[in-house]
């Protein structure tokens, strides 16, 4: 677990987030720490402290400040299209070689990562409530197609009694079921 101090702690943020969606002053960090929106260790004397964060709350407030860049972010016609229409997730190697050919920035390549990952994680979601709906609906046709064979069969046996009791028959073989009549 990696710990880092104020001024490594905005070049993990800038690294891992993008330099337009992360602090970019000691002071908002420090901010942060104060309003208890950044979990911190402080080492030091009262009144000369220092703070080391631990890779994980630097994670959690990363994620947290992006939720909120992502919410003041206008939503464009496309993605609002994309969202109604249940368009289907792009494949991240498209959203990555859209990042390296720079027609998109690395806040906005990271955004787009969540957004596509958010719509794949529905799209599985979706298919495992199909799979539920499929696996009953089989079970409801099993159960229904045995009921079925019974009923052929119970069927067929009293359809060959009534012959055989009008005929007045040996004990024979039913030749529908392949077993002596039972009288």
């Known amino acids: 677990m990696n710990r880092y101090s104020i001024p490594n702690a905005i070049?993990?943020?800038?690294?891992?987030?993008?330099?337009e969606?992360?602090?970019?002053?000691?002071?908002?960090?420090?901010?942060?720490v104060r309003t208890k929106d950044l979990r911190v260790q402080?080492?030091?004397e009262p009144g000369c402290k220092g703070y080391t964060i631990l890779e994980e709350d630097l994670i959690a407030y990363g994620d947290r400040r992006m939720e909120r860049v992502r919410a003041r972010m206008p939503r464009t016609q496309g993605e609002d299209n994309s969202r109604k229409q249940g368009e289907s997730p792009r494949p991240f190697a498209e959203v990555y070689r859209k990042y390296m050919d720079q027609e998109i920035s690395a806040g906005e390549y990271f955004l787009q990562l969540h957004l596509e990952k958010g719509?794949?994680?529905?799209?599985?979601?979706?298919?495992?409530?199909?799979?539920?709906e499929l696996d009953l609906e089989r079970s409801r046709?099993?159960?229904e197609l045995s009921l079925c064979q019974s009923a052929v069969e119970a069927y067929s046996d009293g359809i060959y009694l009534a012959k055989?009791?009008?005929?007045?028959?040996?004990?024979?073989?039913?030749?529908?079921?392949?077993r002596?009549?039972?009288?």
């Open 11 to 19: 070049i993990f943020l800038k690294e891992r987030y993008g330099a």
């Open 21 to 32: 969606n992360m602090p970019t002053s000691e002071e908002t960090l420090r901010r942060a």
């Open 42 to 44: 402080e080492d030091g």
């Open 119 to 132: 719509k794949w994680e529905e799209q599985l979601l979706q298919k495992k409530q199909k799979l539920v």
């Open 141 to 143: 046709v099993e159960s």
């Open 164 to 178: 055989k009791q009008t005929a007045g028959g040996d004990n024979e073989k039913n030749p529908v079921t392949g």
């Open 180 to 183: 002596p009549d039972m009288e």
